[in-house]
């Protein structure tokens, strides 16, 4: 009786399941990606997109990867407060680098939102001076160096290599990044995919008014108002401050778990203090420890099996290959 009621009020939420059919699913992935008519998830595509994701020659050190800062064993993150790229420089607006993991469903891309979809986000961290350092010709010129790769381009895209179809490429690969769990399962009507602790914290998470921000397939993915009833205690480590309007995207709580340190700049570790801030910040109440914890319980359910992703080998580099820049 509780769960059924529970679906339904999750339901009645705003909260999506990750489809287990897998038509739908595919449905859903490309209903978020407005590239995916021109170029649809072929296997060929999704092996090149692979391969440079975890590519660090596309980096003007040579070093640095999407992987890098997006580490696909550590939830999808980099586990430290600001990522850190090339010479060893802190994002200068001192922020902390999100999952990619389902990332494909959220409405927005980035802390402020200034891009729609992946295939938008990718062009920004190849070429940010303090992550990847490139330019879009250093990437271009190092691939077409690589006869391996001007023959993947081709196979996938029949094209000749250029930036666009890069990151077009990538973000092909990231579509494949979703990650279902066992919340899913109950939301699709399962009762007893969650155990009683989870379906208790599902309601706390309801009841208190998480889920009119974190709602939708992605619980987040959105911009929403920040500081909409109190201050948040670390809002001077670094510069950020959301987009023109203070609005700050809401982080997924897929894989939560897994993607510590929270908030834009990193700045609290704790889950469950992650938890009771946004009591203060968000929705002027206070959340006590236990609160916390049943909500927490709740999160920790939405660690979603991730897809097996196979380390990929690169071709060789030839004598035509642009040597790593390190600027030392
Ligand atoms: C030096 C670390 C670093 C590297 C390398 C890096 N990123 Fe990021 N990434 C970040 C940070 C930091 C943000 C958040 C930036 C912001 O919001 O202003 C971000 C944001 C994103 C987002 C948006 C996710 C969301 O929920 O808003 C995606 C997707 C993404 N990166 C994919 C990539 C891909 C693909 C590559 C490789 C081409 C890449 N990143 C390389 C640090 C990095
Ligand atoms: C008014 C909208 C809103 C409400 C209500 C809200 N959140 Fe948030 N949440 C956000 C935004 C926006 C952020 C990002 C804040 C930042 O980093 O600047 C966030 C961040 C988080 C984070 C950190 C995630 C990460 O990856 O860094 C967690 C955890 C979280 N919220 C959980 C909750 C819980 C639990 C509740 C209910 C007690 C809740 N939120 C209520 C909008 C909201």
Partial sequence: MFANDLIKEALDAGLVAIPSDPHALTKMINDASPDSKAFPTTMAAYELGKRLYFDPRLSKSGIISCNTCHNLGLGGTDGVPASTGHKWTPNP????????????????????????????????PITAAPEMAATPELVVNRLKSIPAYVAEFK?????????????????IF?????????????????KNALNEAEKKG????????????????N???????????????????????????????????RNVELTAPYYHNGAIWSLSDAVKAMGS??????INDAEA????TFLNSLTGTMPKVEYPMFPASTDKTSKPELDY
């Fill in 93 to 124: 607006h001192h922020v902390n680098a999100p999952t990619v993991y389902n990332s494909v469903f959220n409405a927005v891309q980035f802390w402020d939102g200034r891009a729609e979809h992946l295939m938008a986000q990718a062009a920004g």
């Fill in 281 to 286: 910040i968000q929705l002027g109440i206070e």
């Fill in 174 to 190: 990231e579509r494949t990044l979703v990650t279902p769990s066992r919340f899913d399962k109950f939301l699709e009507g399962d």
């Fill in 293 to 296: 914890a049943s909500i927490v």
């Fill in 219 to 253: 619980l987040g993915g959105t911009l929403q108002p920040f500081e909409v009833a109190g201050k948040y205690e670390f809002a001077n480590v670094g510069d950020f401050k959301g987009d023109a309007n203070g609005m700050v995207k809401a982080p997924t709580l």
């Fill in 155 to 171: 196979k996938a895209f029949n094209s000749e290599i250029n930036f666009d179809l890069v990151t077009t490429a990538i973000g």
């Fill in 202 to 217: 599902l309601k706390m998470f309801i009841d208190k008014g998480c889920a009119s921000c974190h709602n939708g397939v």
